[in-house]
């Protein structure tokens, strides 16, 4: 996600083309085309995604690292395939480090429960920064419920930037656990992570990175982040639900307690005692999502053969057109309008409830999200109860801008009778 | 196909330009708070019930989408001056409409005004909104102080 990347002037995407993948997409929404625009809420799914879904349950099916028999041994291959696959798209040094959970909130919640709970103490805060996701929050609440310690907010000014200067202030040797997300999904913020991560780790914290909205949209390197977790989930990287990742650094890993118990993450098990499977299976207890893994498998290497770097440009270039539009489209103002921000565009029609105008869209076949994107504090901030959010992915185009702004037109057009 | 302006009736968009009894009571004997978190709508309900249990006044304040405002103007029309149980009547004939069923209260002389939020059976995440200011009026006239959620 750093800005150098666009500068590099990457092929251009064949959207067309790449639409094609996507069945989802070829679809009529009340006699109109589909125009999906709620990619920050999930992605849509390729063909190459879907089929090696169905292709893993119609032949390969079998538990992990549990028979000798064929089916288990090919299950096992393709989900320790997916693995590697996971650790080279986010550059993690080891695959000891890529732990898959059910989605980021588990990613999240597994480092609250485990490295949180084993390391703070009454007098210890935890940084979390104006603009997060409820699943970066509540956690942390959770946690500090739970220890005594306190959550300190570093606060965003009126463009939705967080204040650095604000940010370093609260950094103290009280700070333990600093939690930022990468792209602030209600707004669109990108977040200079490296940078806060240095200060956070002069400061004595650890730092957690919630990338839910980062890594479908841009080249992700865990090691010049510098963070020490990184959070992620597979359906907003057009891999399926249900499966996520955790990135920790190793000697945190190691260091922490299980955090679920069960089968797998086990050496050995008596009465007496159990022991801990090595990384990363010591935090992968039961069964995992095992088709859903090697779906995001799927979705890692159809990302990769496009290019992340080019799907970036793509979806700035959807950015500066959907940001021009909506500065020239009257009674429309953006919420977040942030310097460095992902293709993510939330807004307000005056005297219209995001609501109504989420209906009226869907009437003409446009999708977006309403309501308050699981990031109450920052519809609190902004005065607001609601935003409409138009949210890009790779295979949006700038008819799809069209549609979009043809239905706010008709949507104020009807409220203004 | 659902036709947008089964929702959206002119009715609607009058009611939600400018809501009737809107408003908070100063003395009401009963009141309760609405909220429907997913879309953020939330509206508060005061009331006087008079010594014989009728609805002497009624008024609504609140933020929320056009479906929701316009249900709850009108509910404040045609409840002023019913007593409970006719309120009570009203709100299983609105609960049926919106949720796609005939009401049996074909008696009641303002139904007809509901009808035209009757068009929020064909979209089912819209019928929160339309339901939020009945729910909360309910529970007002069963707590006198309460809470609500359409979640």
């Known amino acids: ?417 | 196909m659902n036709d947008l302006r089964d929702l959206y009736q002119e009715v609607i968009f009058d009611h939600n330009r400018s809501p009737r009894n809107f408003g908070m009571l100063e003395h009401p004997t009963h009141q309760a708070h609405g909220v429907n978190p997913l879309c953020g709508d939330e509206l508060t309900v005061s009331l006087v019930l008079d010594k014989g249990g009728v609805i002497e006044d009624l008024l609504f304040e609140g933020r929320g989408c056009a479906i929701s405002t316009a249900s709850a103007s009108i509910m404040t029309e045609i409840l002023k001056g019913l007593s409970v149980p006719e309120a009570d009547r009203y709100f299983d004939a609105f609960h049926a409409m919106a949720t796609g069923q005939t009401p049996s209260q074909t008696d009641l002389p303002a139904l007809t005004k509901l009808e035209v939020l009757s068009g929020v059976r064909d979209y089912p995440a819209r019928v929160k909104c339309a339901t939020l200011a009945w729910h909360t009026v309910r529970s007002a006239l069963r707590n006198a102080s309460a809470s609500v959620t359409t979640e």
């Open chain 1, 1 to 417: 996600m750093n800005s150098a990347a666009h500068n590099q002037y990457p092929p251009a995407l064949d959207v067309y083309a790449l639409r094609a993948d996507f069945p989802a997409l070829a679809q009529q929404i009340n006699g109109h085309p589909l125009v999906y625009l709620d990619n920050s809420a999930t992605t849509q799914k390729p063909q190459a995604v879907i089929d090696a879904v169905a292709d893993f349950y119609s032949r390969d099916n079998a538990n992990v690292h549990r028979g000798v028999h064929r089916l288990s041994q090919r299950a096992s291959d393709r989900f320790d395939g997916a693995r590697e696959k996971v650790r080279a798209f986010i550059n993690a040094p080891s695959c000891a480090e890529v732990i898959f959970t059910q989605g980021t909130t588990g990613a999240i919640n597994l480092v609250a429960q485990s490295y949180g709970r084993s390391i703070l103490n009454k007098a210890d805060e935890v940084l979390v920064s104006a603009m997060e996701h409820h699943a970066n929050i509540v956690p942390w609440q959770l946690l500090c419920e739970e220890t005594g310690a306190t959550l300190k907010v570093a606060p965003m000014n009126n463009n939705a930037e967080l204040l650095l200067e604000d940010f370093a202030n609260l950094l103290s040797e009280k700070t333990r656990i600093v939690a930022l997300t990468h792209v602030s999904n209600a707004l669109g913020t990108i977040n200079p992570i490296q940078k806060l991560t240095r200060q956070a780790h002069q400061a004595g914290a650890v730092v957690l990175i919630d990338g839910a909205q980062s890594v479908a949209h841009g080249p992700v390197d865990v090691q010049s982040l510098e963070c020490d977790f990184f959070a992620f989930s597979g359906h907003k990287l057009y891999g399926p639900t249900g499966i996520g990742v955790l990135y920790g650094r190793e000697a945190l890993l190691e260091a922490m307690p299980p955090w679920l118990g069960g089968g797998d993450m086990i050496r050995t098990v008596s009465f007496e005692g159990s022991t801990w499977n090595a990384l990363p299976y010591k935090f992968e207890a039961g069964t995992p999502h095992i088709a859903g893994v090697v779906g995001l498998g799927a979705a890692i290497d159809y990302l990769d053969a496009i290019g992340l770097q080019a799907i970036s440009a793509h979806e700035q270039a959807l950015l500066v057109l959907a940001t021009q539009r909506a500065h020239s489209q009257p009674g429309m103002r953006i919420i977040g309008n942030a310097s460095d921000k992902a293709a993510i565009v939330s807004f307000e029609l005056d005297g219209i409830h995001p609501h109504d105008v989420g209906t009226i869209l869907d009437s003409v076949g446009v999708a977006i999200r309403t309501g308050h994107h699981c990031a109450m504090p920052v519809m609190e901030f902004f005065g607001v109860p609601a935003t409409a959010r138009a949210s890009f992915g790779l295979y949006n185009t700038a008819e799809d801008i069209n549609a979009l702004f043809d239905a706010i037109t008709k949507t104020q057009s009807l409220f203004a009778r």
